[in-house]
């Protein structure tokens, strides 16, 4: 399924998200990316912990983390959690500061949160497929993003 098909559903899920609770709204999103993008084997959310510097996860698709906290700077979310800039791996094994979850991943695409200029969290993506995302990818994700910063 192309991205632009998807944005509606995205769309009426956050629509939707007041007689939702957050996580059950963010759980629906993971699992429309992960149902509909074949190389998209781990779709997850990941959001600033009150004022420590660290992630904690939320909702999430695909095979349990041990990673549920992730420290600012540490691994990719870590990362795109100081910088505040996409971050696009397409050979995870080519990066010294990558936090392995699964064998199986080969590349993962994290995408920022703002909310009023802050970065509050992010979206995370693995999959089990080499270097399969393109711009097409961060462009959508930055549209999922900004749809789920509407209702935090």
Known sequence: MNFEALKPQVETIVKNSNVLILHDCLLQICEL???NISYYNWVGFYFKNGDKE???L???VGAPTDHTIIPF???ICGQVAVSNQNFVV???SAQDNYIACSITVKAEI???????????GQIDI???TPNP??????RFLEFVCAKVAEIL
């Not at 994290?110 to 970065?119: D, K, L, S, Y």
């Not at 995302?133 to 961060?138: H, I, N, Q």
Request: net charge negative; hydrophobic share 35%; no cysteine.
């Open 73 to 75: 700077g540490k691994g």
């Open 58 to 60: 939320n909702a999430y």
């Open 90 to 92: 397409p050979d995870v």
């Open 54 to 56: 660290e992630l904690k």
């Open 126 to 128: 693995d999959s089990n």
């Open 33 to 35: 990316l992960e149902a």
């Open 133 to 138: 995302f393109t711009d097409a990818d961060e």
């Open 110 to 120: 994290v995408v920022p949160i703002f909310v009023n200029g802050e970065n509050i």
